[in-house]
Structures are given as structure tokens and as C-alpha cells.
């Protein structure tokens, strides 16, 4: 079965660096059309979304990112790890959250919307102190 493993978060200074990772297995990651997205929900907030990269059948990739977050934050992939990376710099207290990694096997939903992505990781915590 899909499954996804998050890894990374922490406690950081605003301004700080952290690096996520998500761990996938059950599907084929470097073959198949697919789209991988973080998302993010805040206490008393609801889950939004961060940031998503796509791979078509052509092997071509596409990223996507909240405006909120451009410039700040990096998804990238390694096909060979079946690994998706969100690269995280110039952290602000907004930024806290459990961040959660998502999968949309068919690589056809809307890439900013959590209804298209039906695997979820359990979330890794990342706080920024001010």
C-alpha cells in the first residue's frame, strides 16, 4: 500500500533553515504520472497548501508554491530515492505548522487543492521561535 513517511521538522530561529523529506513507497514514484504536494495546518487553522511538484509521463516537472512561501521555499524530487524534499530558508513564526506530505497518483488534480491528493503522511511538527 502507498505510504508516506515525513522527516525533518524540528525547532528553529526565524531566519533559520530546515529541510523536509518524504519517504514514499507502494506506487511506482520515478515512472508513473504523479504529483507530490506539502501542506501545512497551523493550530486552530486549516490545512493549506505549500507546495506541489508534478511529473508527467514524459518525465518533464513542474512546481508550484504559495505565494506565502515563493522565494523562501524549495519542493524538489530524487527519483532515485523515491524522495521528495521541501528546502525551507528565511523561516518566519508564520511558518509553524505541521507540515504534511501528500500524493496524487493520477498527476491530474489541481495541484493547490488538499481534495486532490489521496495519501497522507502523519506530519512532522516545525516550530519558529521569534
Known amino acids: 500500500q502507498v505510504q508516506l513517511v515525513e522527516s525533518g521538522g524540528g525547532l528553529v530561529q526565524a531566519g533559520g533553515s530546515l529541510r523536509l523529506s518524504c519517504a514514499a513507497s507502494?506506487?511506482?514514484?520515478?515512472?508513473?504520472?504523479?504529483?507530490m504536494g506539502w501542506f501545512r495546518q497551523a493550530p486552530g487553522k486549516e490545512r493549506e497548501f505549500v507546495a506541489a511538484?508534478?511529473?508527467?509521463?514524459?518525465?518533464?516537472?513542474?512546481?508550484y508554491y504559495a505565494d506565502s512561501v515563493k522565494g523562501r521555499f524549495t519542493i524538489s524530487r530524487d527519483n532515485a530515492k523515491s524522495t521528495v524534499h521541501l528546502e525551507m530558508n528565511s523561516l518566519k513564526p508564520e511558518d509553524t505548522a505541521v507540515y504534511y506530505c501528500?500524493?496524487?497518483?493520477?498527476?491530474?488534480?489541481?495541484?493547490?487543492?488538499?481534495?486532490?491528493?489521496?495519501?497522507w503522511g502523519q506530519g512532522t511538527q516545525v516550530t519558529v521561535s521569534s
Open positions: 501528500a500524493a496524487d497518483l493520477s498527476g491530474l488534480g489541481s495541484r493547490r487543492s488538499s481534495n486532490a491528493y489521496a495519501y
Open positions: 507502494g506506487f511506482r514514484f520515478s515512472i508513473s504520472s504523479n504529483a
Open positions: 511538484i508534478s511529473r508527467s509521463v514524459s518525465y518533464t516537472s513542474s512546481t
